[in-house]
């Protein structure tokens, strides 16, 4: 294989696109069938919890992912970090399950997610959702599809609370009326709850502090192909495989609702 720096754009996705879709297929698989069994679980960090099922479903996609593209870089919430992929001009970014706790619990709402970041930013991406049978799908300028049809995010700008995802302080902060609203109920995976933007099924949703890249890059891509945008509350846009891999609080929206969203918070600035 040439090394990726002598590779253009468009040939690494039409390659790699196909590659992607059947792993992440794969892992969706494997981990659907360790789904409401007994597994080894154990807690890492503070309060993050894994399972064989998580390293399991990590070990597949390292060894289709890597093996077919040896001069990428790696980064998985399942794996030790190795530096060498800040050096890296393409780089995969995983999330064996993203909703480890729903996942654990037998609860329906958790994914497979990976991205393919070139530089800073997602070229390629796909979402898995077994259970619910959500395939999401998207290439830096090819737009993105759910099960294969072309999907889009919800146009305008007004907000109905019932359809805005995340942490409710979040969401609360946008009621300027101060009257009572109805909030959408929670959504554990939150790959799978930004992707959900993509496709109309919120208008928008929110990421509270302390995202790391491999819950983001492959939903932000999604919802960027969907026309959507997805950032800071500044309206930044996230950059990936830095030496730093967690993020402050993120919105995710349609184009319109994504900038008044926004604009809301650049004259309410957070405490």
Known sequence: MADADAQSLETILTRDAALLQETVRDAGALARSMFRTELKTWTKGASSPVSEA????????????RAATPDYGWLSEESADDAARLARRLTWIVDPIDGTRNY??????????VALVEDAAPV????????????????????TTLNGQAV???????????????PKPMVERLNVSGGDI???PRIGSLALRLCRVAHGGLDAAFAGGNSHDWDLAAADLIVQEADGRMSDLSGDPILYNRREVTHGVLVAAGRDRHASIVAHFRNRPLP
């Open 182 to 184: 109805k909030l959408h």
């Open 152 to 166: 889009r995010a919800a146009g305008g700008s007004a907000l109905d609370f019932s359809r805005v995802a995340g």
């Open 54 to 65: 998580d390293i399991a479903v990590n070990d597949l996609l390292e060894a289709r992912l």
């Open 124 to 143: 390629l991406a796909a979402v898995f959702a077994p259970v619910s049978d959500e395939f999401f799908f998207a290439a830096r300028g090819r737009g």
């Open 104 to 113: 654990l619990g037998g609860h329906d709402e958790w994914c497979v997610s």
